[in-house]
């Protein structure tokens, strides 16, 4: 089956404008999450989506990060009026949760976002 | 919350030899699930093994195996007759309970070079 898939791969913008990153997980996985991932560093949890549940926004560095996130569909990490600081790749990753599963994460490829 | 340590930024192996690559994590948690994960240069993060701490037997995948310290919460990947596409950033993961959160903590990561 297709995997966790990621639009754009790669976005330019300036400095003060907004940038909409996309993320379809795999069918069926009830539970998403974002990460950011600044050049040869680890991974940074953004926030998380399981299901209706509220979400885990405890990774957001500021009021400019947002997500969300229809049912268990496609997700969309907004990020207002971007700072250089804010160049990073952005990983999605989507999971399985329930009893008998594998539970591992599946990543998508990533979008790289450069704040010029 | 958990803590993941990858203690070790860079490792290289020779091709045909053997690397381990070590991963230390704090959890008061008995059952839990912990990943090793790799990220070649073209980005996308790929499974290679995974270890249910309910299981006492060290898990195996074809060249890669892991040796799971549960009482010293230790949990090292070992990589047998390296290739040259081993070469990758290796991220160990450690995830919670799925009654707790479902929450994935990464370590740093571990880059190997792998030496023809």
């Given amino acids: ?116 | 919350a958990q803590t993941v340590t990858q203690s070790q930024p860079e490792m290289s192996v020779q091709e045909a030899e053997t690397v381990t690559l070590s991963c230390t994590y704090d959890t008061s948690e008995s059952d839990y699930y912990l990943f090793w994960y790799k990220q070649p240069p073209s980005r996308q993060m790929i499974l290679v093994i995974r270890q249910e701490a309910y299981k006492q037997q060290n898990a195996t995948e074809n060249r890669f195996s892991v040796n799971f310290q549960k009482a010293a919460k230790s949990f090292s990947l070992k990589i047998s007759d390296s290739q040259l596409g081993d070469a990758a950033m290796y991220f160990c993961a450690y995830r919670t309970p799925p009654n707790t959160g479902n929450q994935f903590y990464f370590g740093t990561g571990t880059s190997l070079t792998v030496i023809p």
């Fill in chain 1, 1 to 116: 089956g297709a995997g966790v898939s990621q639009s754009p791969s790669n976005k330019v913008t300036e400095k003060g404008k907004d940038v909409e990153l996309r993320c379809d997980p795999i069918s069926g996985h009830t539970a998403l999450y974002w990460y950011r991932q600044r050049l040869g560093q680890g991974l940074e949890f953004l926030i998380y989506f399981q299901g209706n549940s509220a979400p885990d926004k405890s990774g957001l560095p500021s009021d400019r990060f947002s997500a969300e996130r229809t049912g268990e569909s496609v997700s969309t990490l907004t990020i207002q009026r971007t700072q250089q600081e804010d160049s990073a790749v952005y990983l999605c990753a989507s999971s399985l949760p329930l009893a008998g599963s594998s539970y591992e994460q599946y990543f998508g490829p990533g979008t790289r976002l450069t704040v010029t």
